[in-house]
């Protein structure tokens, strides 16, 4: 557990500390179109997490383990070698910036892609200490890499330069992992299969994670670029926020398992609840208080724009917390009872974002993904009370819904 929560902290600060790099070496132009290459490839992580990851930390016997990480990493490596090669193909002679940067994403997501990917063969195979060795090399390399480019680099620059800095950690991986699955077969026909768990997996982290993430990229898209950055920057300083959630969310289960009772489990996540909005709002009066010069180091000239979203992100990530506890609270109670929510609330925090920003621009926007936080996690608390009022157990034999086993590995994936 401590070597699995290290590794998320080390993921998790890669992610935060490589946009800080990039916010002090742009100007506020650039980190807007990084900021946009960087969320797509957000999205993507996150749906190669769910289709590949998640399901695979689900297998069980050694034998079977050992194939499905074989099959797992070179199925990421195929995929995401076509899905990038497609990318670049099509994207190569667009003009603008922001199609120059998502031609090189493609280029190097192989790359990102595998590495991160290999994550969760080390889950699976229980070598969390496997990750971490090699997502400390990725941090080691990636941030001087970064910090090396001139002030001004452009988004172009730092995305090729960001992509190639995995491969050190993609070999030492790939040397970690290959004595543990050598002579395993490999089956890539299984992730095409109908009813392979990474569908069910994915459609959950669409209607959670990709659906507001699209919106923020189209917001930049057809609206305003520089509401990217600031919005983007802003989250970028609740980053720990993030681990405490992921570990919160990948370690929480089998321990509230152990508690006996509805009543007792409903108690226990709620005063997480209360923990984790308090550390928010705690980190959030921190962050308000930083001095401009400080808040300069951190983001560069996106500072300026960031830190006036400060309160509505801060509540926010409030809403968050108390969201995560419950959303924690329903996989051990009624794992089924979640996609609905998360496909009406995810849907109305976009709705929120896109009325805030016409409205009040991006001020507007920040305080909508607010209100949608708040309401989803209303939802889900009023959803375990009637749960607590009507239990339902699963009927015998019933496979397992994505409750503790498919949520042990951590996600890189930006906040929920």
Known sequence: MVSSVADQGVAA?????????????????????????????????????????????????????????RSAAAFTAVASAVIGLTMAGALAFVPGGT??????????LPIVLTQDGLRYCFSAL???????????????????????????????????????????ALL??????????????????????????????????????????????????????????????????????NVLFNSATAFGPPLLNRVRGADDKVRATAVLAVVLAWIAASWTIVLMLLPDHVGRQLLGDTWAASSSLLAASGSQYAGIALGTSALLTLRVLRP?????????FSLASVALMLAGYRLDGVMGAAWGLCLGSAFKAAALWLRILAVKRSPAPAPAGQAPGPTAQGLTAGSSAGPR
Not at 14 to 32: D, E, G, K, P, Y
Not at 100 to 107: D, F, P, S
Not at 143 to 167: F, I, K, T
Request: proline share 5%.
């Open 172 to 241: 030492v991986a790939a040397a970690l992992l290959a004595p543990k699955v050598k002579g395993a077969p490999v089956d890539l026909r299984t992730f095409v299969r109908r009813g392979h768990l990474g569908q069910r997996f994915v459609i959950e982290f669409g209607v959670g994670n990709a659906t507001s993430q699209l919106a923020v990229v189209g917001l930049g898209l057809f609206a305003a670029p520089l509401a990217v950055g600031a919005l983007r920057g802003a989250t970028t300083l609740f980053g720990p926020m």
């Open 336 to 344: 089924k009872a979640t996609l609905p929510i998360q496909v009406v």
């Open 13 to 69: 600060f890669t992610n935060i500390i490589v946009l800080v790099v990039a916010a002090r070496l742009s100007s506020a132009a650039a980190f807007s179109v990084f900021s946009m290459v960087y969320m797509v490839f957000t999205v993507l992580l996150g749906i190669n997490v769910s289709y590949v990851g998640q399901a695979l930390v689900l297998e069980r016997g050694a034998d079977r383990v050992r194939a499905a990480c």
């Open 126 to 168: 229980r070598l969390p200490h496997y990750a971490l060795a090699a997502d400390t090399v990725r941090l080691a390399v990636a941030v001087p890499a970064l910090a090396m480019q001139p002030h001004g680099a452009g988004a172009v620059r730092l995305v090729a330069v960001w992509g190639l800095s995995a491969v050190p």
């Open 99 to 108: 199609a120059r940067g998502l031609a090189v994403l493609g280029l190097v």
